[in-house]
Structure formats: C-alpha cells, structure tokens
C-alpha cells in the first residue's frame, strides 16, 4: 500500500500558550451544513500514532491552519513528518490538544490510551479512525456486544466527546488531495451533535466533503470493519 511520502523531522522545542478550542456556533448556518466555511479556532489537534494513517491524517489537516502535532511511541526524536506544517512531539504532549486522534493499531490502543499521561480526558474530543483488527493477522476482535468499536473507545477515554471519523480509507486516499475530480467523502458518528459538527467543519476545511450520520448506535455499524457497509468505498462529491 502506497505510504504518503515523508518530510524531515521537526521538532517542537517550544509549544507556547496554547489557544483553546471555541466551540462550534450551532445556530450559524454554516454549523448546520459544515461543506461551508466557517472560521474554527481550533489550534490544537494531536494526533498519536504516526503510522500509515496517523501521518495521512496529519498531513491533511496540516492543510487547515490548525497545530497538528504527530507522535508515536517511541518519541518525538523518531518521529518522520509527512508534512513540514506537522510538528513531531512526544505521546503525553500530543494528547494535551482539544483535539485528539487515536490512529494506533486496536491491539496498542489501550497502551496508547494508558501513556498519555491524560487520566480525565473531560472537553477534549477525541477523534476515533481505528478498526478492531488485531495484528499481525487481522482477526476481529471481540467486541463483547458493542454495536460499534467506538463505543469500547469511550471507555478508555472517560469524559471525551468521541467522534468515529477517517476509517473508512486507505492511507494513500486520506493522505491524497481530496479536491480532485471532486471531493471525497469523508463520515462522521458520535453521541455529541457539537463534536460531530465540529470534526465535520474539521474535515471540510481540510478538502473533504463530510457527510455526518448521526449517534453511533446509528452510524456505529454502518462505519464497522470488519461488516459495515461503508468502509474501503471510494466515495466523492461531484459538485
């Protein structure tokens, strides 16, 4: 599978103050059709895992203004940037941003979760792209009756406003210039309306054409891989 190709490592030295995220106007038009442009302060986007995906998502929204810093397990010193608008930092100092994307293997999510260093993940929203596949061979996993991966997710992130977004693609399709030949859609689920509006406005921004389906008990299993519809579909919006 092709991987999206690399820039030189960067890293932050100095991270500043950082600017909190401002929440999503829901009584503006644009917040009801997020293919509008509308300005979101939202500054602080981390990203843990910088894998195939990890770095596709990066450098796609390196695209929109935002901070996107990119960590892996193994420190910001080992970290290869796909982007040089991506800073490369450590996993505890991603997962202080207002947003967070958890772009590890399913089998290292908890581990991933447990070293952030972050116990209360309270106003933070917490982009989930995972499928539950366990390596190296890919079986499903159990997911105990959950209707949707997501929603395991949840648990290891008490207090977040989960949003299940970006697993549908391959990382060469996330990390390709979404515009061309229109643009490629994008989905969006989660139980809080304002997060998924917000990662909706996110992903516009960065070239995609979100469609937003909904609270996961609705968009949970249409978005599953292994099963649901949705997934490996190359989809785009041709106006």
């Known amino acids: 599978m092709p991987r999206p190709p690399r ?16 929440g999503l106007n829901t009584t503006h038009p644009s917040a009801q059709n997020p293919t509008h442009h509308q300005e979101i302060n939202m500054t602080g986007i981390g990203i843990i895992g910088a894998g195939g995906i990890g770095s596709a998502i990066a450098r796609r929204l390196a695209t929109t203004g ?5 960590a892996n397990s193994r ?7 796909p982007d040089d608008r991506v800073t490369a930092v450590d996993a505890t100092e991603a997962a202080k ?12 999510l908890e581990a991933a979760v447990a070293n952030s260093g972050i116990d209360d993940w309270s106003d933070k929203i917490v982009i989930d792209p995972t499928n539950p596949l366990s390596a190296p061979d ?10 949707s991966s997501t929603q395991l997710v949840e648990r290891l992130v008490p207090g977040a406003r989960v949003v299940k977004a970006l697993g549908t693609l391959t ?3 996330l990390a390709a210039d979404p515009t ?30 979100p469609i937003n389906l909904g609270p996961l008990a609705i968009g949970g299993p249409l978005l599953h891989f292994p ?5 490996t579909l190359r989809l785009r919006l041709e106006r």
Do not use: C, M, Y
């Not at 932050?12 to 401002?22: A, F, W």
């Not at 935002?66 to 990119?70: G, H, I, Y």
């Not at 890919?138 to 209707?147: I, T």
């Open 7 to 22: 820039g030189p490592i960067r890293h932050r030295h100095q991270l500043g103050r950082r600017r909190r995220l401002r």
């Open 66 to 70: 935002s901070e996107v810093l990119l």
């Open 75 to 81: 420190g910001a010193h080992t970290v290869r940037v």
């Open 97 to 108: 941003a207002d947003i967070v994307v958890l772009a590890v293997p399913w089998n290292r």
């Open 138 to 147: 890919f079986r499903p996993a159990d997911l105990g009756g959950a209707v």
């Open 171 to 173: 990382p060469a399709d």
């Open 180 to 209: 061309t030949a229109g643009r490629r859609v994008v989905f969006v689920s989660g139980d809080d309306d304002i997060a998924n509006r917000t990662v909706a406005a996110l992903a516009a921004k960065a070239g995609w054409a």
């Open 227 to 231: 099963g649901g519809p949705l997934p």
